[in-house]
């Protein structure tokens, strides 16, 4: 029998396929990938055949080109947001697929906060004129009111423990995924361990928006403090207008690099060999790399998304680390640069355990799959 056929469009979301990437690991799955312009330049998986689009129309030329058993969209609810798609457009690319017979399935980055909140709004405290505010965050209340109802009888996929009774879920857990990077360490032959920091654009903007350059000042000082050690060395991953500036004040410093945005695979790498990944985003979709690889993630802030209402906050850590307290500490206090002393400093290691254990009671891409195929669409009303 042949393998299944899934077709995944991404939106601009790198997150969207770093769930992917460990959905379809070692999977016998016939993968496609179409991605956005944006996404393509760092698609380095030659093994998967992919191709791009820009509107529906390319999109629908995939399909038939293709010819899936499952479509996923990762995420439908984020081609509008990321100005891809219009709202109604992904509507009827949607039934186009359910009018084909083909079974369509979608991520859902916010965990159905908003549909279990109805009366919860948009916090941009990024926009600093009132009215501007408030008109963006009805307008972006309107927009997940929308995707909310288009997608309430499509199936939903997590890459965590999260079910609601507002939608079918999945919840998925690849047991084979970290074979890639088994027997890894994030202490290299040499003795070497390799810090890695993670700071996306949005993130950036948070943190200079709240600490001008004292945020910058603060990431030298810890930056320097870890380099004291001379088993350590440093990567950071970070825009441009960062990076250009430290590189300046470590220059000729060979422990600390400054890589660009990595492709998919490069990326995934990096983190399957570090000791300690920092991130400024509790949401990060590459925690997932340090669950299955056994890299030891600390979080220097809760990040963009997050602030986007308390309450999703909450639900993030009622869901995604399943209650428990996620390993964190401030940039703007000296750091222990010995990364065992830190790490258990943090109990990094035990919440890791925990939330491996919770996550791997999910079940298995080709269960999940099994199940869609014999769900057909519903009515192509």
């Given amino acids: 029998m042949a393998s299944p056929r899934l077709l995944f469009f991404f939106s601009n979301d790198f997150g ?78 949607v039934q186009y697929l359910k009018r084909a017979g083909i079974p369509v399935v979608t991520t859902d980055p916010w965990l159905k906060f908003w549909k279990l909140h109805p009366q919860q709004t948009f916090a941009l405290d990024l926009v600093t004129d009132p009215a501007k505010r408030a008109s963006w965050a009805r307008r972006l209340r309107a927009l997940q009111d929308y995707l909310d109802n288009l997608f309430a009888n499509v199936p939903h996929l997590y890459a965590m423990p999260f079910s609601t009774p507002v939608v079918t879920s999945y ?61 350590n060395c440093i990567s950071l991953i970070a825009p441009d207008r960062l990076t250009r500036e430290l590189a300046n004040d470590f220059s000729g410093e060979d422990r600390i690099t400054f890589p660009p945005f990595l492709g998919f695979a490069a990326f995934r790498a990096l983190v399957a060999g570090a000791k300690i990944v920092f991130y400024w985003n509790i949401l990060s979709a590459s925690l997932q790399y340090c669950l299955y690889y056994g890299t030891s993630p600390v979080f220097l802030a809760f990040g963009h998304q997050a602030r986007l ?65 014999r769900s057909q669409p519903g009515d192509a009303a």
């Fill in 16 to 93: 969207e396929v770093v769930n992917a990437s460990l959905f379809l690991a070692a999977q016998p799955l016939a993968v496609h990938f179409a991605l956005p312009p944006r996404l393509l330049a760092y698609q380095d998986r030659p093994d998967i055949p992919t191709r791009s689009y820009t509107d529906v129309a390319d999109m629908r030329s995939i399909v038939a080109e293709v010819e899936p058993d499952i479509v996923m969209l990762c995420s439908g609810y984020l081609f509008s947001v990321n100005g891809l798609i219009e709202p109604d457009a992904v509507a009827s690319f």
């Fill in 171 to 231: 919840a998925f857990f690849n047991p084979t995924a970290a074979q890639e990077f088994s027997g890894m360490s994030g202490t290299d032959a040499a003795g070497v361990d390799r810090w890695v920091f993670v700071l996306s654009e949005e993130d950036l903007k948070v943190q200079l928006f709240e600490h001008k350059q004292a945020f910058v000042e603060a990431l030298k000082m810890r930056f320097r403090e870890i380099l004291s050690v001379p088993e």
């Fill in 309 to 373: 209402n308390e309450g999703l906050s909450q639900h993030v850590i009622e869901h995604v680390y399943q209650g428990a307290n996620p390993p964190s500490m401030s940039l703007f206090t000296p750091i222990e640069p010995v990364a065992d002393r830190l790490l258990e400093k943090l109990d990094t290691e035990s919440v890791r355990k925990f939330l491996h254990a919770r996550y791997a009671e999910n079940r298995t891409p080709l269960d999940i799959v099994s199940d869609i195929l």
